[in-house]
T-cell receptor, first 112, second 113 residues
Framework: DQQVKQNSPSLSVQEGRISILNCDYT??????FLWYKKYPAEGPTFLIS?????DKNEDGRFTVFLNKSAKHLSLHIVPSQPGDSAVYFC???????????FGKGTTLSVSS | GAGVSQSPSNKVTEKGKDVELRCDPI?????LYWYRQSLGQGLEFLIY????????KSGLPSDRFSAERTGGSVSTLTIQRTQQEDSAVYLC???????????FGPGTRLLVL
């Protein structure tokens, strides 16, 4: 059973518009979440994280929102740029703090 | 500074052969992790090392997989008697300590023929 789900395999957005990537989780004990971005043939790059004591964290064009009651988080990219085109992975830190549990990723394509 | 490095970047092997994959973590990072990404899948946790503590091996898929970390730095992931389903990208990550942000290497692409 997948504990972290990214139900949209792909998303296409025009340059300058907002990209919204969604993620759901099943384990209410998860308390730390991260987003990673991955280009082909490279390792994932850390983007932004959020602790369960917050409902929002912002870093430049990237904002992550956490809705604990819905077990849902989202990543907003505003404005989207062509260089943002990549696979985005949502991850939750396991309770022991020893491993990240990843979703399957969403491929974002930003067209100019 | 230097990031996580992995070698080789690509490895093609025949079914039944053993392979060794290497990871050099970021200097000063005490925690080291191995993950793998099979085609169309997310990253799957394999093993975690923290300092001199016993590793968390709960993600290793079979006893053909093993890993060690020598001197608290470099790690080697060994797959014995490789099978075609072992074909994947094997990713190493390190962090300053447990529960800190993990930084990933570029991965080793393993193809078992």
């Amino acid at each position: 059973d997948q504990q972290v789900k990214q139900n949209s395999p792909s998303l296409s957005v025009q340059e300058g518009r907002i990209s919204i990537l969604n993620c759901d989780y099943t384990n209410s004990m998860f308390d730390y979440f991260l987003w990673y971005k991955k280009y082909p043939a490279e390792g994932p790059t850390f983007l932004i994280s959020i602790s369960s004591i917050k409902d929002k964290n912002e870093d430049g064009r990237f904002t992550v929102f956490l809705n604990k009651s819905a077990k849902h988080l989202s990543l907003h990219i505003v404005p989207s740029q062509p260089g943002d085109s990549a696979v985005y992975f949502c991850a939750a830190l396991n309770q022991a703090g020893t491993a990240l549990i990843f979703g399957k990723g969403t491929t974002l394509s930003v067209s100019s | 500074g230097a990031g996580v490095s992995q070698s080789p970047s690509n490895k093609v092997t025949e079914k039944g052969k053993d392979v060794e994959l290497r990871c050099d973590p970021i200097s000063g990072h005490t925690a080291l992790y191995w993950y793998r990404q099979s085609l169309g899948q997310g990253l799957e946790f394999l093993i975690y090392f923290q300092g001199n503590s016993a590793p968390d091996k709960s993600g290793l898929p079979s006893d053909r997989f093993s890993a060690e970390r020598t001197g608290g730095s470099v790690s080697t992931l060994t797959i014995q008697r490789t099978q075609q389903e072992d074909s994947a990208v094997y990713l190493c990550a390190s962090s300053l300590a447990r529960q800190e942000t993990q930084y990933f290497g570029p991965g080793t692409r393993l193809l078992v023929l």
